[in-house]
């Protein structure tokens, strides 16, 4: 099958300082994907043992519903976990890393790669 990008449509540590929003220190950093027939929603943070946790959940686009037994693998060949009935996953990686991709194969569609993109250095990360 085909492989397509998703679109960033939100990053939570791009709305920091934005007249009106009100300031939230916060590790975590919330990401929210489209692409094709899915939402992908993540929430990245970094671990007390020194792994970049990437958490998530992936929904039908159309009805919001949850897109159960798809495959996610972070980077090539990294770890991978398959979405359980409410559409969530979890996988990691060793710090420290740069950017990540997060490849999604449901069952019937495209796999979908969602780029992660490099963060400030609460995440250990630099452009």
Same mark, same amino acid.
């Given at each position: 099958?085909?492989?397509?990008?998703?679109?960033?449509?939100?990053?939570?540590?791009?709305?920091?300082?934005?007249?009106?929003?009100?300031?939230?220190?916060?590790? !975590? $950093?919330?990401?929210?994907?489209?692409?094709?027939?899915?939402? =992908?929603? %993540?929430?990245?943070?970094?671990? /007390? &043992? *020194?792994?970049?946790?990437?958490?998530?959940?992936?929904? !039908? $686009?159309?009805?919001?519903?949850?897109?159960?037994?798809?495959? =996610?693998? %972070?980077?090539?060949?990294?770890? /991978? &976990? *398959?979405?359980?009935?409410?559409?969530?996953?979890?996988?990691?990686?060793?710090?420290?890393?740069?950017?990540?991709?997060?490849?999604?194969?449901?069952?019937?569609?495209?796999?979908?790669?969602?780029?992660?993109?490099?963060?400030?250095?609460?995440?250990?990360?630099?452009?």
């Amino acid at each position: 099958m085909m492989s397509g990008n998703a679109k960033l449509l939100f990053d939570s540590d791009r709305t920091s300082g934005q007249m009106g929003l009100r300031s939230i220190v916060s590790d !975590d $950093r919330s990401l929210l994907f489209a692409a094709g027939p899915m939402i =992908v929603d %993540l929430v990245v943070y970094d671990s /007390s &043992d *020194e792994m970049r946790v990437v958490h998530g959940q992936i929904l !039908d $686009r159309a009805d919001e519903t949850p897109v159960a037994g798809a495959l =996610v693998r %972070l980077g090539e060949d990294g770890e /991978s &976990d *398959e979405t359980d009935e409410f559409g969530q996953f979890t996988v990691s990686v060793m710090l420290p890393c740069k950017q990540m991709v997060l490849a999604i194969q449901a069952e019937g569609a495209d796999e979908i790669r969602c780029g992660i993109p490099a963060t400030d250095e609460s995440l250990g990360v630099t452009g």
